[in-house]
């Protein structure tokens, strides 16, 4: 069983940086896949970042590549999303999320399924204006 606490979430200007935190509780299986959704009023879900926590290259939405960073810390079983030159479009809940691999991925871009189906935390708030 995992749970995930988000933070961090603020109010920005357009082009400014945020950095959001997730501690992630629970066994190792349980959030071998884990990442970040965001979701915007009117808007479905988005995975704009994953990882596969045991290694393995991270993935990207188009929408973020370039500009917002996921890390993790493994001692601290804490997962980061640096977020830089934001735009007014990155407005959004930011959601924690993660899921069990059940052995399948060795990355990020695989991991991005069990992410968008996996558990969330409560969402933190990200205005950008």
């Known amino acids: 069983h995992v749970q995930l606490v988000e933070s961090g979430g603020a109010a920005v200007q357009t082009g400014g940086s945020l950095r959001l935190p997730c501690l992630a509780s629970?066994?190792?299986?349980?959030?071998?896949?884990i990442g970040w959704v965001r979701q915007a009023p009117g808007n479905g879900s988005e995975v704009i970042a994953s990882i596969y926590w045991h290694g393995g290259n991270p993935y990207y939405a188009l929408s973020v590549e370039k500009r917002f960073t996921i890390s993790k810390d493994k001692a601290e079983k804490t997962l980061y999303l640096q977020m830089t030159n934001l735009k007014p479009e990155d407005s959004a809940v930011y959601y924690c999320?993660?899921?069990?691999?059940?052995?399948?991925?060795?990355?990020?871009?695989?991991?991005?399924?069990?992410?968008?189906?996996?558990?969330r935390g409560q969402g933190t708030q990200v205005t950008v204006s």
């Open positions: 629970g066994d190792s299986y349980s959030r071998s896949c």
């Open positions: 999320a993660a899921g069990n691999d059940a052995g399948r991925c060795n990355g990020g871009f695989c991991c991005r399924h069990q992410v968008r189906s996996g558990v």
